[in-house]
Structures are given as C-alpha cells and as structure tokens.
C-alpha cells in the first residue's frame, strides 16, 4: 500500500484511512475491457477494506463484481454511476484502470483527492493541487 497517498489523506484532508470513504476508479484488470480477472482493484479493496476504508467503485465496463477464487466476498458489488456530485462526498479516489471514456478533468474538479496510479490525469491535459501520482 503506497503510504505517501494516505499520509497525503492524513495531512490534506485531517483524515486517517480507517473510516474515510474511498473510490476506485476502475475494476477491470486493463483499459477499456469487462475481465477483472487478475485485477489490481480486487487486491487494493482488500487491503483498504483491512485497514478500515469504506470502498466503491465506478467501472463502465464492469457494472457488478464477479466471483473469484480468491476475493469471494466481493462479488455482487455494483458499480456507483457516474457523478461527480456523489465522487465529492468521498475522502478520495483513485485511477485503478485508465479506461479512455472517463472524464478525468470532471473527477479531478469533483474529488478533495485523486491518486492516480496510471497517469490518465496528465495523458488527460489535467492537473491540480489534489491530483497525486502513485
């Protein structure tokens, strides 16, 4: 877990990661595809999920977790709608998949904090105070 994004949720936002709201951007294991397997998300909700981090998700290409072998407790969870009213009410997201139909500057205008694992950010024309790169 890259420590640098929750010491910035720590110190930007006066909020630790146990109880903050978190959304991920992104469950399909690459851009612009519905298979999660072998997603990236799927481990990264676990591991905010064990340390006390309320998670959903936005994926227009995987509206509902399947089943895994491995995070079986994680199917059936749908997929939020896209609206960057209700991204405002989360402590923070983050780019999981980049896939190339987001609106990336509306997420970043929307979110106090957007970590961006996959650069789509600056790919995207945008940047700001709240935009870290992992």
Known sequence: MNTLWVRTLNEREGRALRGARILLIGAA???????MRESPALRI??????RGAQ???????????????????????????WDPALF?????????????????????????LVVDTRNACRRAGTAGDNLVLA
């Open 88 to 112: 405002a009410t989360y402590d923070a997201a983050m780019i999981v998949t980049d896939h190339d139909g987001i609106d990336y500057p509306a997420l970043l205008s929307a979110c106090r």
């Open 29 to 35: 294991y690459k851009k612009n595809v519905d298979d």
């Open 55 to 81: 998670v959903d998700y936005h994926d227009p290409f995987v509206l509902e977790l399947r089943r895994s072998r491995e995070y079986p407790h994680l199917a059936g969870r749908r997929s939020v709608p």
């Open 45 to 50: 909700i676990k591991l905010l999920e064990g």
